[in-house]
């Protein structure tokens, strides 16, 4: 009887040690997706944006390619959000941070867009292949806000809906001077 109760024990007790490694292993995931992919992507996004269009029709191909890869990181962070469930307040308050320290890079891109729609109109089907990849890129940077704030603790959920119409804001600007 002794000997059943220690080998339950110690399987509960591996159980819970395994599911505690699992939810941290999810949590630095995000953490590391955040760091690792959105923001050097985004920052390339932007980069390849400042220097358009003195960088000629080989950065317009870039800037295609590179919507493409900030859209996929966002879509893959998101699903990464999305099974890791809720975050503790720390963890929470430490990928907040790690969004808001890509908010300029966001703004930034958004606002180069803006300034450029001219150029972007000179070139064959520029201004509407661009206007589609803000379509995409808001749809999925606002379903990647929705799954932080479903996931953040209740204290900084208002902090996330700040974020996000911040971010959606800008991406309305860009898409309504792209559509006119």
Do not use: C, H
Not at 16 to 37: E, L, P, S
Not at 70 to 99: M, N, P, R
Not at 110 to 125: R, S, Y
Not at 164 to 171: H, P
């Amino acid at each position: 009887m002794v000997a059943i109760t220690k080998f339950l024990w110690l399987a509960l007790a591996a159980t819970t040690a395994t599911a505690a490694a699992i939810v941290q292993r999810d949590v630095a995931t995000v953490q590391n997706d955040i760091k690792q992919k959105i923001g050097p992507i985004w920052t390339t996004l932007k980069n390849d944006i400042d220097a358009f269009p003195n960088s000629g029709s080989e950065e317009e191909a870039a800037i295609q390619s590179g919507f493409g890869d900030a859209i996929l990181a966002l879509e893959e962070t998101t699903a990464d959000i999305k099974s890791t469930g809720s975050f503790g307040l720390v963890s929470g308050t430490t990928i907040f941070a790690d969004i808001q320290l890509l908010v300029p890079t966001f703004l930034s891109t958004l606002v180069t867009l803006v300034a450029q729609k001219p150029t972007w109109d000179n070139i064959p089907d520029g201004t509407p292949s661009i206007l589609s990849r803000l379509q995409i890129a808001e749809i999925v940077m606002s379903e990647f806000l929705d799954a932080v704030v479903a996931s953040e603790p209740i204290l900084l959920k208002p902090g996330g809906y700040a974020l996000k119409a911040q971010l959606t804001g800008a991406f309305a600007t860009a898409i309504a001077v792209y559509s006119a």
